[in-house]
């Protein structure tokens, strides 16, 4: 049988079922072959030449298919349709050809399809081609790229940068645009602006706002009223004055919509509507591919199968009625630049099954798969009519002007089935229905409001932002995109809060060193024209170890450069580069990075070894001023350096609060050689950082707590905070406690209690007194009881428990009814009765 290998089980499973048992359709989990983790992975001195390693988990994968292979000489590789699975499909080529489980006579080939249905798999198994090798030198090339650049500039990070973990191509061009936004909403200077509205009424009593317009017969821009006295002056310019209708204008329009989805438009939907992250989208969306419901889901491409589309229209004529069907079906351009990902829309891959149909269990799925069939059927939907009204209002003088604005659907159209999220929708609570207003209607005036506003920073970037700007500037590809964003989470270079992005200092740090000193790899044209140079490659347009050459022999002479760096002069360097934003001028003019706490010292960025940056005093040790990494006044009381944050004596003992690698903790004392580890604890779950003082941080110290003697045995029973929570102890038994509070407050009598509960459902728990006593088994010997149990009372005899039947009473059973009980719960365990005790004792 022909042997078919696809990526993963589950895909193998759907297809297997379509082709049946004339083939053998295997999985290969991913890529088998990757570079080792090592230094000369990639050498550039010997052409580039690449060593590849099969991973430990992927040998026996490899093996499955190379015993396959011994029965049948024909290998099918059908791995995902884009470059990476071209790659997959290259790997296991070569690694089976290493292994001499591919012969002269076996026939090897490839085939593709966009859809994991049966129509497409049959389709393309008539249709098979060879690994086309430009898509995989594209791979190579971007691989070899991604290994350089790890390789080589990470341990330069290490070397001049504590606490840096590495860096990538692509990777640090994302961050810095993560970083770039951040300090422009720290630089940002709001500005106050004001705007008036009048609550109007028609002659028929119907209310409708309007919004100030012209004031003084001048046009009003957004900041023509810059405070509270030049609003209040427009109030009573309007109050003072008649209002009557000066023009109506009501105009048609139309809105068309959205395409269908390509990987980044998903993602940024699945933000917006579910708060998915890239990856979680991402990983949805192929377990729906997988399992045959829609297309391929890594892909640049928004056109759509001439079939699709003609079933699309076809549900939709079904489902809503010929007024929602244009006329003619909808073309959307394809705007993908790499003609080898243009693959087809990610689309349902039947369109007459919506999510209720299809009955998925799995809750992320069942989102995604409902919003990629809405926003399919609605890109072939017909447009939604509206119309648009605007009403001006003013004084006859022409001193004011206000205007109301409305809107009204007249026909949904696609609106009914679906819209794209954004801030500003179609059918918005602004946008209502405006009275019937003609020119020259008198309006009385109910109220006039002034309104402060004040203009707002750029947001911060979400998953679905960052990935919609990356798309613009040509950084990245379909396949990328979800790794990326996850990559710098996983650095610690970026943290995810309320769903935005924010950078961590480590992140800032690393931005600034390669802003500085590697600036023409972090920006966004060459990323981008790089892009580009893979894509020729992928067309078969360039050559893809010219491509390297070029990149290395730039790359490699910049890494050169920094070989004699010191650490001291990057730091003031990166000091120099965020002076604007660490150290802004002063409101009196005072040297920004003078030590307000010796007045001798100068402000200057640190790094502590936990990676963390900080500002510190140059006069240390003499003056142990810090603050947090960026602007003055960003909590300077609840700074922690590297010495910690002092929170009192005790004892004659200094108490700070800390950051370890393992969370913040507090200390008592100092290290020194007499006391090289001084006395520390953990903040529980649940306590604050900032909630720490000089009182708790003590109670954290005492612990253990000491209670008092256990009445039975005069042990000390303790309290304390261990590994799994609040706890009491006594001799080797712990017994858990609900609350942290409760390890200071507890008393002897609730920690007996506690502790005896814990050794009754614990291994060293006491023999169980029982409720009647039977004697011995009358046929093989041993006690048989009558016991309480969780489930009720029961029968036990030896390892064999047997529940008594409801409503039975314990001090009622005999003898006979425990043997026939015990007989009856044997048999159904699949074992005898057996006489082996009697017959051990006759023996």
Same mark, same amino acid.
């Given at each position: 049988m022909p042997v078919v290998v696809v990526e993963s089980p589950a895909k193998a499973k759907t297809i297997n079922k379509y082709l049946g048992s004339d083939y053998t359709v295997l999985a290969s989990y991913g890529h088998v072959r990757d570079l080792p983790p090592k230094d000369g992975s990639v050498d550039p001195e010997h052409d580039f030449d690449m060593t590849w390693e099969i991973g430990s988990d992927s040998k026996k994968h490899v093996k499955a298919i190379a015993d396959a292979l011994k029965d049948d000489q024909k290998l099918i590789l059908a791995t995902d349709p884009d470059r990476e699975g071209e790659a997959i499909s290259w790997h296991l080529e070569e690694a089976l050809r290493k292994r001499r489980a591919i012969k002269k006579d076996t026939e090897v080939s490839r085939v593709v399809f966009n859809a994991i249905t049966k129509?497409?798999? %049959?389709?393309?198994?008539?249709?098979?081609?060879?690994?086309?090798?430009?898509?995989?030198?594209?791979?190579?090339?971007?691989?070899?790229?991604? &290994?350089?650049?790890?390789?080589?500039?990470?341990?330069?990070?290490?070397?001049?940068?504590p606490g840096a973990k590495s860096a990538g191509r692509v990777q640090s061009v994302c961050l810095r645009l993560i970083v770039e936004r951040e300090m422009e909403i720290e630089a940002f200077r709001p500005q106050e602006y004001w705007t008036v509205k009048a609550l109007l009424t028609t002659p028929r009593g119907q209310e409708y706002e309007a919004r100030l317009t012209v004031l003084g017969g001048e046009k009003l821009d957004k900041f023509s009223l810059k405070d509270s006295t030049s609003a209040e002056i427009a109030v009573q310019a309007i109050q003072s004055r008649d209002l009557t209708v000066l023009k109506v204008e009501a105009k048609p329009g139309t809105r068309n919509p959205s395409a269908p989805f390509m990987t980044s438009t998903l993602q940024q939907e699945a933000s917006r509507k579910f708060g998915f992250g890239a990856r979680q989208t991402m990983s949805a969306a192929q377990r729906l591919y997988e399992a045959g419901h829609i297309t391929y889901m890594r892909t640049d491409g928004i056109d759509m199968a001439p079939e699709a589309v003609?079933?699309?229209?076809?549900?939709?004529?079904?489902? &809503?009625?010929?007024?929602?069907?244009? /006329?003619?079906?909808?073309? &959307?351009?394809? +705007?993908?630049?790499?003609?080898?990902?243009?693959?087809?829309?990610?689309?349902?891959?039947?369109?007459?099954?919506?999510?209720?149909?299809?009955?998925?269990?799995?809750?992320? =799925?069942?989102?995604?798969?409902?919003?990629?069939?809405?926003?399919?059927?609605?890109?072939?939907?017909?447009?939604?009519?509206?119309?648009?009204?605007?009403?001006?209002?003013?004084? +006859?003088?022409?001193?004011?002007?206000?205007?109301?604005? !409305?809107?009204?659907?007249?026909?949904?159209?696609?609106?009914?089935?679906?819209?794209?999220?954004?801030?500003?929708?179609?059918?918005?609570?602004?946008?209502?229905?405006?009275? =019937?207003?003609?020119?020259?209607?008198? %309006?009385e005036k109910k109220g006039v409001t002034p309104e402060q506003h004040f203009t707002q920073p750029p947001p911060r970037y979400t998953e679905a932002t960052l990935v919609k700007r990356m798309e613009e500037l040509g950084i990245g590809r379909p396949s990328t995109y979800a790794s990326i964003v996850s990559t710098i989470q996983d650095r610690g270079y970026v943290r995810k809060e309320s769903n935005r992005l924010i950078p961590e200092d480590k992140g800032r740090l690393v931005i600034a060193f390669l802003s500085n000193y590697f600036r023409r790899y972090v920006e966004y044209d060459f990323t981008a024209d790089l892009e580009e140079e893979l894509d020729d490659i992928s067309a078969g347009e360039r050559e893809w170890k010219e491509v390297l050459r070029r990149f290395w022999r730039d790359f490699s002479a910049a890494i050169a450069e920094t070989s004699e760096l010191r650490i001291t002069d990057v730091l003031e360097k990166i000091n120099e580069v965020l002076e604007p934003h660490l150290f802004p001028p002063t409101e009196d003019g005072s040297d920004p990075r003078l030590c307000p706490n010796c007045g001798k010292g100068r402000l200057s960025m640190r790094t502590a070894r936990s990676g963390g940056a900080f500002i510190g005093c140059s006069n240390y040790p003499e003056c142990r001023f810090t603050r947090p990494f960026g602007p003055p006044?960003?909590?300077?009381?609840?700074?922690?350096?590297?010495? !910690?944050?002092?929170? !009192?004596?005790?004892?004659?003992?200094?108490?700070? #609060?800390? /950051?370890?690698?393992?969370?913040? &903790?507090?200390?008592?004392?100092?290290? $020194?050689?007499?006391?090289?580890?001084?006395?520390?604890a953990s903040l529980p779950k649940g306590w604050a950082v900032e909630d720490i003082d000089l009182e708790k941080a003590v109670m954290l110290l005492s612990l253990p707590r000491e209670i008092g003697p256990h009445p039975e045995d005069g042990e000390t029973v303790e309290a304390g905070i261990?590994?799994?929570?609040?706890?009491? /102890?006594?001799?080797? $038994?712990?017994?858990?406690?609900?609350?942290?509070?409760?390890?200071?407050?507890?008393?002897?009598?609730?920690?007996?209690?506690?502790?005896?509960? +814990?050794?009754?459902?614990?291994?060293?728990?006491? $023999?169980?007194?029982?409720?009647?006593? #039977?004697?011995?088994?009358?046929?093989?010997?041993?006690a048989v009881n009558v016991m309480d149990g969780r489930y009720g009372p029961y029968v036990k005899w030896e390892k064999v428990n047997a529940t008594l039947p409801k409503d039975t009473d314990p001090q009622e059973v005999t003898m006979d009814m425990a043997v026939q009980l015990i007989a009856e719960k044997a048999a159904k365990g699949g074992k005898k009765k057996t006489t082996r005790k009697k017959n051990k004792k006759k023996a």
């Open positions: 129509n497409a798999v %049959t389709e393309a198994m008539k249709n098979p081609r060879q690994v086309d090798a430009p898509l995989v030198e594209a791979y190579l090339a971007r691989r070899a790229l991604d &290994y350089l650049v790890g390789f080589n500039l990470s341990p330069v990070l290490w070397r001049k940068l003609m079933a699309a229209r076809d549900a939709i004529k079904d489902r &809503y009625g010929e007024n929602y069907l244009p /006329k003619s079906p909808r073309m &959307y351009k394809n +705007k993908a630049k790499n003609a080898q990902e243009a693959h087809e829309c990610i689309r349902p891959t039947d369109m007459t099954k919506d999510a209720g149909a299809l009955r998925i269990t799995d809750a992320d =799925q069942r989102k995604l798969y409902d919003l990629i069939w809405k926003r399919t059927i609605a890109s072939q939907m017909e447009a939604a009519r509206l119309e648009r009204t605007t009403v001006d209002v003013g004084s +006859k003088d022409g001193q004011v002007q206000l205007r109301a604005t !409305g809107q009204v659907v007249l026909f949904d159209g696609f609106i009914r089935v679906y819209e794209e999220g954004r801030d500003d929708s179609v059918v918005d609570d602004d946008d209502k229905r405006l009275p =019937q207003m003609s020119e020259g209607d008198t %309006t006044g960003m909590e300077d009381g609840d700074a922690i350096g590297p010495d !910690g944050k002092v929170l !009192g004596e005790d004892q004659g003992d200094v108490i700070t #609060l800390r /950051k370890g690698r393992f969370g913040p &903790y507090v200390q008592r004392g100092d290290a $020194t050689e007499e006391q090289p580890k001084p006395p520390r261990g590994r799994y929570g609040p706890y009491v /102890k006594h001799n080797k $038994t712990y017994a858990n406690l609900p609350e942290v509070d409760d390890v200071f407050t507890i008393g002897m009598n609730r920690a007996v209690e506690e502790l005896a509960k +814990k050794a009754s459902r614990g291994r060293g728990r006491a $023999t169980a007194t029982p409720l009647k006593e #039977l004697g011995e088994h009358p046929e093989s010997g041993g």
